[in-house]
């Protein structure tokens, strides 16, 4: 046996991209069945859901090394423990805390250099993104809507993207609720605070326009008005690692700088 683990099951995406990311894709040996980056992590036996796992088929591949995610990873988690496996459980919610991620896994397998570096490269990007929106000549007002029914506000990485790629979330008062059922918003309230631009990621479904344009109220709400609805698909942005800091806050910032860029001044 080496010096760090070398048989690693990743139970969510993140932490798969993050280490093929580093150059160490051969170290996994198990995935979960949502992965879909790097296309080739697909290749890798599929051994979870997000809230369930096949256990014995985890077993039989002899890891050093279960990687997890959060309170809704828990019973996986301690049922692998039980099991006598080797388990992180990463609690990330904030982008700060997603670079934090990167490099306490680096740590793990041995790649503290590479991932270092990785977190820096993406803080830089992120940084570049934040200094092009400050050119905006407004900030508009953003919703993301994370669920479609009940409606819940985006997590706090989500929001704090958003910020960076030059948006004012309409809900900054929820974005540290980590649990979704404390970001539960009330359809008038949105309507009330008037979004310019809305975000939807509707988890594991494909949005609807027509469902958020009929609800009651919003045909005057600025976004639904002026048809700036947008879907992000959430493999682009509801993953707490490098997709979010990369794919998800560029597609956010390029649809933003094209409609409320300085070439497109609206109130």
Not at 7 to 20: A, F, G, S
Not at 244 to 266: F, K, M, N, Y
Request: hydrophobic share 40%.
């Amino acid at each position: 046996m080496g010096s760090y683990p070398e048989r690693i099951v990743c139970l969510t995406e993140e932490t798969t991209e993050t280490l093929y990311l580093l150059g160490q894709g051969d170290r996994i040996v198990g995935v979960s069945g949502y992965t879909v980056r790097p296309p080739e992590a697909r290749l890798k036996p599929k051994v979870s859901a997000f809230i369930n796992a096949k256990f014995d088929k985890i077993q039989a591949l002899k890891p050093d090394l279960v990687l997890a995610f959060s309170d809704l990873q828990a019973d996986l988690s301690a049922e692998l423990v039980r099991r006598g496996i080797a388990v992180v459980t990463f609690n990330q919610r904030s982008v700060a805390d997603i670079l934090q991620m990167i490099r306490m896994l680096g740590g793990l397998v041995g790649c503290q250099t590479e991932a270092e570096r990785l977190a820096d490269r993406l803080t830089a990007d992120l940084d570049r993104i934040r200094d092009q929106a400050s050119r905006f000549s407004a900030r508009p007002r953003v919703f993301f809507e994370e669920w479609d029914d009940p409606l819940i506000s985006g997590i706090r990485w989500v929001e704090e993207l958003v910020e960076i790629a030059g948006g004012a979330p309409i809900f900054p008062e929820l974005a540290r609720a980590a649990l979704a059922k404390d970001r539960i918003v009330d359809p008038a309230e949105v309507a009330r605070r008037d979004p310019q631009v809305i975000f939807a990621s509707w988890c594991g479904k494909k949005m609807k326009k027509s469902t958020i344009q009929s609800r009651p109220g919003w045909d005057a709400v600025s976004a639904v008005r002026d048809d700036r609805i947008f879907e992000i698909k959430s493999t682009y942005i509801l993953q707490p690692g490098p997709a979010s800091l990369t794919d998800g806050v560029r597609q956010l910032h390029a649809i933003l700088s094209r409609e409320t860029g300085p070439d497109r001044r609206r109130e």
